[in-house]
């Protein structure tokens, strides 16, 4: 579906203003050419034959002025200005880069973070993913950071400044217990208030043992409207870690759910472009049905200046001026 705005514009304006200008300068040599004739023509001519000229003269400039004019908006590329909608799930990524998002990355720092089945450990597995989606995501989208363990330790609220968060994540430690639900609740929190479209984004090993409940608060998500992405960063049976946890956090909220193991570390650039994209479809699909983006019809504005120009040649040619 689209719909069509006014005025036309062009993406050349350059050749449609030089067409205007040769336009003017057209009229006005016949102007000053038939100007000099004008006494000749009145002793000279009958009163029927001077009307005849008039009209003569007036198709004269005025299909050749059409010429001028018709031959540059072509050459200027005519549009008019539209809108078209798109559906959240088939917008390219040019067209999802011209909506903004507000994110949460939330960082699991708990003492299980330390193990090393991811190399060198699980947090600096998560340190790693962090900073390449900061930045894959789009300049203009706005970014928090909470970090948490039994407690919540550094929180940064959502900005555009990428280095106060990567200095953040750069500076995180290990500490003890793990509270997921309080982690959840307090991005929740952060993101409640502020307009368009928003995503949580969870690396954690999955498994939470104290703080508040984690259903609780994926239900203030659910309610939201706020999708949770959830990266698990350990290895399924390797000391607390628990992938199907955090993929229930996912599954509920309309997140996805991403699992990366050892072996995944050297695509990970890859892998977080997905992430990336799927955080801001997420985010914006909780918010839209279709996205109205501008557009440009071309075909319009060419068929209506191509007319004119075989019109006035078609004049030109039947009546010999």
Do not use: C
Request: charged letters at 20%; a neutral charge; hydrophobic letters at 45%.
């Amino acid at each position: 579906m689209s719909m069509l705005e006014f005025p036309i514009s062009f993406e050349n304006p350059t050749f449609g203003i030089a067409g205007v200008v040769l336009g003017a300068v057209v009229v006005a040599l016949f102007y000053f050419s038939y100007k000099r004739l004008r006494i000749a023509q009145k002793r000279l001519e009958l009163v029927e034959w001077r009307k005849l000229r008039r009209i003569v003269r007036t198709l004269n400039i005025g299909t050749k002025t059409g010429v001028v004019i018709a031959l540059s908006f072509l050459l200027a590329r005519p549009y008019f200005p539209t809108t078209i909608e798109v559906s959240v799930n088939e917008a390219s990524l040019d067209q999802l880069a011209q909506f903004k998002i507000t994110s949460v990355l939330l960082m699991d720092v708990s003492l299980s973070m330390n193990q090393s089945d991811l190399k060198p450990t699980r947090l600096d597995a998560a340190k790693a993913m962090s900073n390449l989606l900061i930045e894959k995501m789009d300049p203009k989208d706005l970014v928090g950071f909470v970090s948490f363990a039994g407690r919540l330790y550094d929180t940064v609220y959502p900005t555009t400044n990428r280095t106060k968060i990567t200095e953040s994540i750069a500076n995180q430690t290990i500490h003890n217990s793990t509270a997921i639900g309080t982690a959840l609740e307090t991005a929740t929190g952060m993101l409640e208030n502020l307009p368009g479209a928003k995503a949580i984004v969870l690396f954690s090993d999955g498994k939470s043992n104290t703080g508040i409940d984690v259903a609780l608060a994926v239900d203030t998500a659910v309610t939201l409207k706020i999708p949770i992405f959830t990266v698990s960063v350990g290895t399924y049976g390797v000391g607390e870690s628990d992938p199907l946890a955090l993929k229930e956090i996912s599954d509920k909220t309309g997140g996805k759910f991403y699992e990366v193991r050892n072996e995944d570390m050297q695509n990970l650039a890859t892998s977080i472009s997905q992430i990336s994209q799927e955080v801001k479809t997420g985010a914006l699909r909780g918010v839209y049905d279709k996205l109205t983006l501008p557009s440009k019809d071309y075909q319009t504005p060419t068929m209506i200046f191509s007319s004119l120009l075989v019109a006035t040649l078609f004049l030109m040619w039947f009546t010999g001026v």
